[in-house]
């Protein structure tokens, strides 16, 4: 009866849990970008960073009613995004997947990045980290995340993502220091 | 470090720009065909896959165990061809059969399943049924007739394996770089398949079994992948 009548006062004392079911459309059209920058800056590529982007969101669009429930939607989403970049045979399928594409399309398969060139060393320096360090490094520059944030979208501690924060700065710090001294 | 920060704010900035700059396509697009010749290999294998029972999770006609032992047992001949057994077990097991039963063996008793090998071997099966894939098949007795627990290994060419498995299933977790999706396999039983690039992971087991859980099977098949997913059993 004791537990019960807890059980009572929790439920009065709780406010109704309403959770907004965000439509896939607008979810699609605010985050689409933003994993494909993920993705860019993962994979260098921007023919497999579209088609990465596209991938994850057809998942989460497929399990919408499952994903919307998610705390943190564009979490999972950045997961799926962050997972398969840095999946070299991912990344090959998805690169030949999406020069397919833009061959049909009579496009260009691969536009020229307009990136400046020492930014784009930069990029190329993070995506030679190892896996977990490239993705804590982008998901918190690209994004701006917070630790934690960075930790519950790839399925990590806090403490670990820590870690592999400062090993992925140090090397990267270390890297472009050797770069200038030559 | 202050450099590595504005080194990194301008290439963000830049990336943005760049991305700006996509033409990105206004609604979720299905994935386009893939290349034929990668189509005309990942057909192949699919074929083979189903060919030797591997294929359970891409099918969605119901079957019952019946049908799956007898597709188990007449579909397939091998070095350890059950039939080679007179009481229905397996003759002596491979080195990767035994690695493969071994390692489902300890992820299950890690689950609280009373479960031991080689005594709870049913049956095994290895073959490689193209140049570079192999195949690794054990059936574990998780609680009588009905309890039977079967997990099968692939490991072969990226490309095929990832079109191969690139059906119409949902993407249900991630563990790593490892895709888990739920395999449909019948009204009486659950399946899993894990696919991590060169590896396809499936795990099904009958309602009755130990394994009673879609979890239990997802870390079944994770626990088989991290053992072996760039070890023995690799082509």
């Keep these: ?182 | 470090m202050t450099d590595l920060d504005d080194r990194l704010t301008s290439a963000v900035d830049d990336l943005w720009w760049c991305v700006e700059d996509f033409d990105l396509p206004a609604t979720v697009q299905r994935r386009p065909a893939a290349q034929p010749a990668l189509a005309f290999v990942a057909a192949t294998l699919l074929v083979v896959i189903v060919a030797v029972g591997f294929g359970s999770a891409v099918r969605d006609t119901p079957r019952d165990m019946a049908a799956s032992t007898a597709r188990f047992q007449g579909g397939v001949t091998t070095a350890t061809d059950v039939a080679a057994a007179p009481d229905g077990r397996s003759g002596p097991m491979t080195m990767r059969e035994a690695h493969l039963a071994s390692t489902v063996a300890a992820a299950g008793r890690g689950l609280g399943w009373d479960v031991d090998v080689p005594g709870d071997v049913l049956a095994t099966t290895s073959r490689a049924p193209l140049p570079g894939v192999t195949f690794t098949e054990v059936h574990l007795d998780l609680g009588g007739a009905a309890g039977r627990l079967q997990v099968s290994y692939l490991r072969g060419d990226a490309d095929a394996v990832a079109e191969g498995t690139s059906v119409e299933r949902e993407l249900v977790e991630q563990r790593g770089t490892a895709d888990i999706y739920e395999g449909t396999d019948g009204n009486t039983a659950r399946a899993v398949e894990l696919f991590d690039g060169t590896t396809i992971v499936y795990v099904r087991s009958e309602w009755t079994s130990d394994a009673r859980s879609f979890a239990e099977l997802v870390e079944i098949a994770d626990a088989v992948n991290r053992e072996h997913g760039d070890r023995a059993l690799g082509g």
């Design chain 1, 1 to 182: 009866m004791a537990a019960s009548a807890r059980d009572e006062v929790e439920e009065a004392d709780d406010p109704p849990r309403v959770r907004v079911v965000e439509d896939f459309e607008v979810f699609f059209r605010r985050e689409q970008r933003g994993l494909v920058a993920l993705a860019f800056a993962l994979t260098g590529s921007r023919g497999a960073a579209e088609d990465i982007a596209q991938e994850a969101l057809v998942a989460a669009s497929r399990r919408w009613g499952h994903v919307s429930q998610l705390d943190s939607p564009i979490g999972w989403t950045r997961r799926v995004v962050a997972n398969r970049s840095t999946s070299l045979i991912r990344r090959r399928a998805s690169e030949a997947r999406a020069k397919a594409r833009l061959a049909l399309r009579g496009g260009p398969t691969e536009p020229a990045p307009s990136m400046a060139s020492e930014n784009e060393h930069l990029w190329a320096l993070v995506r030679r980290l190892p896996k977990r360090q490239a993705q804590v490094i982008a998901l918190r520059a690209v994004h701006g995340l917070s630790l934690r944030e960075v930790a519950d979208t790839i399925g990590i501690s806090k403490a670990t993502a820590q870690t592999h924060l400062e090993r992925a700065r140090a090397t990267l710090a270390h890297q472009l220091e050797e770069g200038e001294d030559r």
